[in-house]
């Protein structure tokens, strides 16, 4: 049989000032202008075998109570079951999130519930214009765009892969294209905009060259990996990332591989993953400090203590408070005796694990692995080396979202991702244990389909 396909994309643009997430904490940055729109991207894919929803949000991340409500929406028109719904998120720190994040970007409620009704509304729009389609993949490896943040020489993954859906006459009715890359670009030349960042330009240029398709772009594995920092100096060099993986993508397609639509799965599975309580004395030494720093509005020393800690560059946290340094202070101490506050509260009678879901789609030689984290990539490729696959997209940031899962590197060292990032999520810190919990069940599920 002959598969079936059909897509769609509906705004998500926000029409009145929300808060843009990411970036520092408690920073108001309510956007002031649209340089470019959000989107609900939404790609259906059908045959006798079974049928997904991929649907991606131009969103910085997403609750597990917001792909909830979306999957609802789409399954009880459609009969689509919500384990076959993916729901993935693009990442950009230039859009607002579902749920908020603490101190990095408070939820709208009423924006929220608009998104979700948009994204609802453009998988159904997707679904209602199936018509017959032919699929075919394409990888290629794409060097010296990104670099790893939290090491010197860190790994990176440099995989880009396209799936192509066309008509019976060969025109191309939409294209999914997975890489990794955080997408901050946008976020510090134009830190009040709205803008779908790298992602959105990629899907652009794309577009530009397959008029009649949609392009949809999967975040992968970027919680230690940016763009390099070079492409923020300019509008003129922060368009090359996107220009050079639109040719890479486009140059892979001439070796594409036909899929076949009888050879197609997808399905769920939650994974407890292994945390470590909180200590008092932790809890404390936070809580300490940000009382005394606030009663006495003590600058001293803090780049090494709450600021090595709570922040990467800490130069540039004070930047982004207009270039006062109390004021990033007392935003940092502030995050603290909150986090504190909440953590106090149940700090005893929480599990120590974390369940969380993963979620797999097979067609073919193609598949793809998502999971709700900032997954880090030793992790990632370890999952690319166990999955019995030559085609391979991450889907990160999806159906949920449970922080930074950082590899043993970091959890060894209290790095920002594995000792900062749970504070903000209301998390215990995840164990050297977690990644490879999380690696295994995702390669497992895969292997399975």
Same mark, same amino acid.
């Given at each position: 049989?002959?598969?079936?396909?059909?897509?769609?994309?509906?705004?998500?643009?926000?029409?009145?000032?929300?808060?843009?997430?990411?970036?520092?904490?408690?920073?108001?940055?309510?956007?002031?202008?649209?340089?470019?729109?959000?989107?609900?991207?939404?790609?259906?894919?059908?045959?006798?075998?079974?049928?997904?929803?991929?649907?991606?949000?131009?969103?910085?991340?997403?609750?597990?109570?917001?792909?909830?409500?979306?999957?609802?929406?789409?399954?009880?028109?459609?009969?689509?079951?919500?384990?076959?719904?993916?729901?993935?998120?693009?990442?950009?720190?230039?859009?607002?999130?579902?749920?908020?994040?603490?101190?990095?970007?408070?939820?709208?409620?009423?924006?929220?519930?608009?998104?979700?009704?948009?994204?609802?509304?453009?998988?159904?729009?997707?679904?209602?214009?199936?018509?017959?389609?032919?699929?075919?993949?394409?990888?290629?490896?794409?060097?010296?765009?990104?670099?790893?943040?939290?090491?010197?020489?860190?790994?990176?993954?440099?995989?880009?892969?396209?799936?192509?859906?066309?008509?019976?006459?060969?025109?191309?009715? %939409? $294209?999914?294209?997975?890489? /990794? +890359?955080?997408?901050?670009?946008?976020?510090?030349? *134009?830190? =009040? &905009?709205? !803008?779908?960042?790298?992602?959105?330009?990629?899907?652009?240029?794309?577009?530009?060259?397959?008029?009649? %398709? $949609?392009?949809?772009?999967? /975040? +992968?594995?970027?919680?230690?990996?940016?763009?390099? *920092?070079? =492409? &923020?100096? !300019?509008?003129?060099?922060?368009?090359?990332?996107?220009?050079?993986?639109?040719?890479?993508?486009?140059?892979?397609?001439?070796?594409?591989?036909?899929?076949?639509?009888?050879?197609?799965?997808?399905?769920?599975?939650?994974?407890?993953?292994?945390?470590?309580?909180?200590?008092?004395?932790?809890?404390?030494?936070?809580?300490?400090?940000?009382?005394?720093?606030?009663?006495?509005?003590?600058?001293?020393?803090?780049?090494?203590?709450?600021?090595?800690?709570?922040?990467?560059?800490?130069?540039?946290?004070?930047?982004?408070?207009?270039?006062?340094?109390?004021?990033?202070?007392?935003?940092?101490?502030?995050?603290?005796?909150?986090?504190?506050?909440?953590?106090?509260?149940?700090?005893?009678?929480?599990?120590?694990?974390?369940?969380?879901?993963?979620?797999?789609?097979?067609?073919?030689?193609?598949?793809?692995?998502?999971?709700?984290?900032?997954?880090?990539?030793?992790?990632?490729?370890?999952?690319?080396?166990?999955?019995?696959?030559?085609?391979?997209?991450?889907?990160?940031?999806?159906?949920?979202?449970?922080?930074?899962?950082?590899?043993?590197?970091?959890?060894?060292?209290?790095?920002?991702?594995?000792?900062?990032?749970?504070?903000?999520?209301?998390?215990?810190?995840?164990?050297?244990?977690?990644?490879?919990?999380?690696?295994?069940?995702?390669?497992?599920?895969?292997?399975?389909?």
């Amino acid at each position: 049989m002959k598969a079936q396909a059909g897509v769609s994309r509906t705004s998500i643009t926000p029409v009145r000032p929300v808060e843009l997430t990411g970036w520092g904490y408690y920073l108001e940055r309510f956007w002031q202008e649209i340089h470019d729109p959000l989107y609900a991207s939404a790609l259906v894919i059908d045959s006798e075998e079974s049928c997904v929803v991929i649907l991606s949000l131009d969103l910085m991340v997403i609750s597990r109570e917001f792909t909830q409500q979306i999957r609802s929406g789409i399954a009880s028109v459609t009969g689509i079951s919500p384990d076959n719904i993916l729901i993935t998120a693009t990442h950009t720190h230039n859009a607002p999130a579902s749920g908020g994040l603490r101190g990095v970007g408070e939820v709208d409620t009423t924006y929220e519930t608009w998104a979700a009704e948009q994204a609802i509304r453009a998988a159904i729009e997707a679904w209602n214009s199936r018509e017959p389609a032919e699929l075919s993949v394409a990888s290629t490896s794409v060097e010296d765009l990104t670099f790893n943040r939290t090491r010197d020489n860190g790994p990176v993954d440099p995989h880009l892969t396209t799936l192509l859906i066309q008509r019976p006459d060969e025109s191309a009715l %939409a $294209i999914l294209v997975g890489f /990794q +890359g955080h997408p901050t670009v946008a976020t510090k030349l *134009r830190p =009040f &905009s709205v !803008s779908r960042d790298l992602p959105g330009e990629l899907c652009d240029h794309l577009e530009k060259v397959f008029p009649e %398709a $949609i392009a949809i772009y999967l /975040q +992968g594995a970027c919680g230690d990996v940016n763009f390099h *920092r070079s =492409f &923020s100096e !300019s509008e003129t060099r922060a368009s090359l990332p996107a220009r050079q993986l639109c040719l890479a993508s486009v140059h892979s397609l001439s070796g594409k591989v036909p899929l076949d639509p009888t050879q197609f799965n997808a399905a769920c599975r939650n994974v407890k993953l292994p945390t470590r309580r909180w200590t008092l004395e932790e809890i404390h030494s936070d809580r300490d400090e940000a009382e005394r720093r606030m009663e006495e509005r003590d600058l001293t020393g803090w780049r090494e203590t709450i600021g090595r800690v709570m922040t990467t560059r800490p130069h540039e946290m004070v930047l982004r408070h207009g270039g006062d340094e109390w004021k990033a202070v007392a935003a940092m101490c502030r995050f603290n005796l909150e986090w504190t506050d909440e953590m106090l509260a149940d700090l005893e009678t929480r599990p120590e694990w974390l369940e969380t879901e993963i979620q797999g789609i097979r067609l073919g030689e193609f598949g793809i692995v998502a999971n709700s984290s900032e997954f880090f990539t030793s992790l990632a490729l370890d999952v690319r080396e166990r999955v019995e696959l030559p085609y391979l997209m991450l889907a990160c940031y999806s159906n949920g979202r449970i922080g930074y899962l950082p590899d043993a590197y970091d959890v060894e060292r209290k790095t920002y991702a594995a000792y900062q990032s749970p504070k903000y999520c209301n998390q215990f810190p995840f164990t050297e244990e977690s990644g490879p919990v999380m690696v295994e069940a995702m390669s497992e599920l895969m292997n399975s389909l």
